[in-house]
């Protein structure tokens, strides 16, 4: 039998599910780093010689076996359990809805406390797949092209609840590893994207313990280069991330000019292209990653021209990158349209030719408005009209 619970079916209905009030005040385990496990754990009674041995047995037991039950914790005594049971929960988001594309991208609408819902997506390729999840309810920077930029800020996520987004896909693809049976190093989440709903460096130290939660080697265990976090531009957080999460960074681009850039990314207007080129230089360094990605969303007649392309390659010359080429995938009330096929395929070819990798991205998901830049919480959409998203985009 597994030591999780088994996933539901897959469906497109809202699922109520009651959330259990914890009234004891119980402190919830998922998504503390060990330092702190630890420390919970001799705050809650166990003797500090044991406290290292029982953080370990503890977190395999979370995160190897994906156990959510003290009571089936085997090598642990029936006394510390019940310890465990009184000071301690395993508590983890909500689904509320599943739904599945036609080309198998799933995603989830996770309920998390206060009632707020967040958005996680799963994007199969070749036997394995990559988990785009979120860090913040809403966004604060109104990036003038994403659906989620015009959903309010409502809070930031904790760390348990980004690290609760990996454990329910980890569910839904029966992913945990089978008691007694051989092992399989088989990943259906082998890489992991901070490019869901917010701006994950305006929530650093969440995001940061999530990761390390994430990447540890005896539970979760991706490897800091298979987690990539990509952010609009928050300069005074880049070097902390490269010193310490050290996983791949992308930067939402999109423009080749601060005029332009102003309108697509309005966090340009205080940290303007030359300043966040600047803070970018020196990342492969501290983080010892191979390269930075530039996300460059492909908006018609907006930022695809060919100047633009010429723009892009010297403004980024110098730095290991490669550029990811995203067809805008369009939502309701979008003020922007997709480029043209072709203007695309030409602004790659100056790219390619300039000796940078510059592949085009497939659309996944956009049927069930999974698609880059299309997140947005059912319960927070603001119902907006198209001129009144272009007069705030400045269109």
């Known amino acids: 039998m597994t030591s999780h619970p088994p996933a539901a079916p897959i469906t497109q209905d809202v699922l109520t599910l009651p959330r259990k009030a914890d009234e004891g005040g119980r402190r919830n385990l998922i998504g503390l780093t060990r330092p702190q496990l630890r420390a919970a754990l001799i705050a809650a009674g166990t003797p500090e010689r044991q406290a290292k041995m029982r953080e370990g047995q503890i977190w395999q037991w979370l995160y190897h076996w994906g156990l959510r039950d003290f009571g089936a914790m085997t090598n642990l005594s029936k006394d510390y359990r019940a310890l465990l049971a009184e000071h301690f929960k395993i508590d983890l988001p909500q689904i509320v809805s599943r739904q599945v594309s036609v080309d198998g991208t799933r995603k989830y609408l996770l309920r998390i406390n206060g009632g707020h819902e967040v958005e996680a997506v799963y994007i199969p390729e070749d036997g394995r797949g ?36 990996v454990m329910i896909a980890r569910d839904d693809l029966d992913e945990w590893p089978e008691p007694g049976a051989p092992r399989n190093e088989t990943r259906l989440i082998s890489n992991i994207v901070l490019m869901g709903m917010g701006e994950p460096l305006y929530n650093f130290d969440n995001v940061r313990d999530a990761m390390k939660v994430v990447m540890d080697g005896e539970g979760l265990s991706l490897s800091r280069r298979r987690i990539t976090l990509s952010t609009s531009g928050i300069v005074p957080e880049i070097a902390r991330t490269a010193e310490e999460i050290g996983c791949l960074l992308a930067v939402s681009f999109h423009a080749t000019t601060d005029a332009v850039r102003d309108r697509l990314v309005p966090v340009n207007r205080k940290w303007n292209i030359a300043t966040l080129l600047d803070a970018l230089r020196d990342y492969p360094r501290l983080s010892n990653s191979e390269r930075i990605t530039f996300e460059y969303v492909m908006l018609k007649d907006v930022n695809d021209s060919d100047e633009d392309a010429r723009r892009l390659v010297q403004l980024i010359r110098g730095i290991p990158a490669k550029i990811n080429l995203i067809p805008f995938n369009e939502w309701p009330g979008a003020p922007y349209e997709r480029s043209d096929w072709a203007r695309i395929e030409a602004f790659a070819d100056i790219v390619h030719k300039a000796g940078y990798a510059s592949p085009i991205r497939t659309p996944r998901g956009e049927d069930i408005m999974a698609a880059c830049g299309q997140l947005k919480s059912a319960t927070e959409r603001a119902r907006k009209s198209r001129a009144q998203i272009a007069a705030e985009a400045g269109a």
């Open 130 to 165: 990559t988990l785009c999840i979120s860090s913040q309810v809403g966004c604060t920077l109104t990036c003038s092209f994403c659906h989620t930029g015009t959903q309010k800020l409502v809070r930031n996520l904790t760390a348990a609840e980004i690290v609760g987004q």
